[in-house]
C-alpha cells in the first residue's frame, strides 16, 4: 500500500484488494472499498465522488490494520462492527455469529404468521426467539412486528449482552426479556406464544473442515454446530414447541441445505400440523413452518 498516489482513496482500495484477492478473499474489491469506506467514516459510493481526499498517516495505519485483519479471513463484520439486518443495523463481534439473508426470509414468515393472526382484531402477541445471538429475529420481530413482548434465550452470555445493546440501540429494550440458558430450559412449563421461531446451530461436526475460515475460524462454535446429523437442537426445539405454543400458534425454523424435509417429518412426529418448506433466496429449502392445530395429538412413536 506505498508508491505514487497510493495515498489516494482508490488507488489504495485496488491495491488492498489485490493483496486480499491474493489471500483467497471471495471479493476482495468489495471488502477493500467497504473497509476503506468504513475506517474515514463515509460510505462506499463517497470514495468515488472524494477521489482525490489524500489520506492522512493515522487513516492509512487504520486501513492497513483492517486489511491486514481481513487477509487473516476475519469476517468483515467483525472488523466493521456492523451487520445489515433487514430494518436494522446490528451490532456484532465475535461472540455472536453474523446474521443471514435466509434469517431474514426467517423473520418475513414468522411476520406474515403474526399479522394474518392479528387479523383487525389489533390484539398483541407474544413470540419466543430460542438462541438469539445478536438479537437480529427478537428485535426485528419487536421492531416490525404486533409483538407486545418478545423471549429471546441462548445459552452464550456473550451473545445475550450483544442483543440486549441492539435491542436497546433499535428502541425496543422494553418489549425483549433476554434469558440464559439451553433449549427449554429458561421457559416456565405454564409459558405459552403465539410464535416461536429460531436459528438453531446446524452444522454437521463431520462438516467443519468444509466451512470457509471466515466461519470455522471466526465464528462462535456453539453457534454453528450440533451433533453428527447437525440436528441435535432442532430435536431439543421440537420436543416441547407443541406444549409451549398457542393453539393456532407457528413454529418457524431455519435449517441447513437437505435437512428441511426430514425436519417437516419430524414436526409432525412432534405432533404439529402439516408443515411447509420455504425456499431462501437463492432457491434453496430452508425454512420450516409447522403450526399447531386444535386437535393434534402427538403421535407415539
Ligand atoms: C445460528 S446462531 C443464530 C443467531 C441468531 N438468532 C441469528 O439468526 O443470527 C445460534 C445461536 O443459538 C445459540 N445456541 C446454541 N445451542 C443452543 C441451545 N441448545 N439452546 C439455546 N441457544 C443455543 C448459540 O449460542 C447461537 O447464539
Redesign the pocket.
Known sequence: MTGPGASRPLELARLAAEHLSAKGVADGRLDAELLLAHVLGVRRLDLYLQFERPLSEDEVASYREAIRRRSRREPLQYITGRAP?RELELAVDPR?????PE?EV?VQEALRHAREAVGDAGAELDAL??????????ISLLVEGPFRRVVA????PG?LEVAASNAAAAGVADGLQLRR???W?PIGDGERFDVIV?????VLESERATLMPEVRDHE?A???F?GADGL??VR??LADARSHLRVGGLLAM?VGSGQARAVAGMAVTAGLDAPRVVADLTGRERIVLAARGRDTEPKVE
Open positions: 439486518f455472536v455469529l453474523i446474521p443471514r434469517t426467517l426467539d430460542i438462541g438469539t445471538g445478536s438479537g437480529a429475529i427478537a434465550t441462548d445459552l452464550s451473545a440458558g439451553p433449549g430450559e429460531t436459528n438453531p446451530p446446524y462462535p456453539e453457534a454453528l450440533a441435535a437442537v431439543e426445539v431455519e
